[in-house]
């Protein structure tokens, strides 16, 4: 069901991982395990596992049969990619909807998103490592509920990420950047030289409907 028609098959990733060895490069396999879940809830099949029926942004955190579902999707990558040494196991931007299940509404009221978040991390993180591979985990969310970050296996790898970059200007520092198509018109004058010599051409449109 999860299958996309044009998706990679097992050989096709084993040849990908050799090709890229070759070359050292590692492969690090990465897999959506919480949140940005359309394209596990955008199915039927899957869509008991959501935080809010009907939505199809983020897996209930405290519904036993995601970890399951999860794990199992895990199993199979993790088979593929049987030498590496770290799984990119998400957990960016969640608790975006203003909303919860009955369940994990009663953390959100008393404050404990952290612990909410680090229960279901923990046992993912404990279970890769269990693996023999460390976790990746997106730094965003431990960095707005940090309370409970104790909890999660120390061996785990935080991915810092922002979609603002800044640059040396008269009175300081000055944003420039504030992420993947969100240039304004008009602030061109804002980007770095050394940047726009590198990417200018594709900060304008080439079919006219957004300028820059």
Known sequence: VLNHPAAFSKS??????????????????????????????????????????????????????????????????????????????????????????????????EGKLSLLYTNYYRDLGNWVLEHGVRPMIWADMIEIYPEEIDRLPRETVFGDWNYSGHRKGAGGLSLFLRGAGEFRQGEENQVPDRYARTFGRYLRSTDGTVPF
Not at 59 to 67: F, M, Q, W
Not at 72 to 88: G, I, Q
Request: charged letters at 25%; a negative charge; one cysteine or more.
């Open 12 to 109: 096709n990733i084993r040849d990908i991982i050799d090709f890229a060895a070759e070359r050292y490069i590692e492969v690090v396999p990465c897999l959506d395990s919480l949140g940005h879940a359309n394209f596990y809830l955008m199915h039927k099949e899957f869509q008991h596992l959501a935080e809010i029926p009907g939505n199809i942004c983020e897996l209930c955190t405290i519904n036993p049969e995601t970890l399951v579902f999860i794990k199992n999707l895990w199993r199979e990558v993790l088979e593929v990619h049987r030498d590496c040494r770290f799984a990119a196991i998400t957990g960016d931007e969640v608790f975006r909807e203003g909303e919860f299940c009955p369940a994990c509404n009663k953390y959100a009221k």
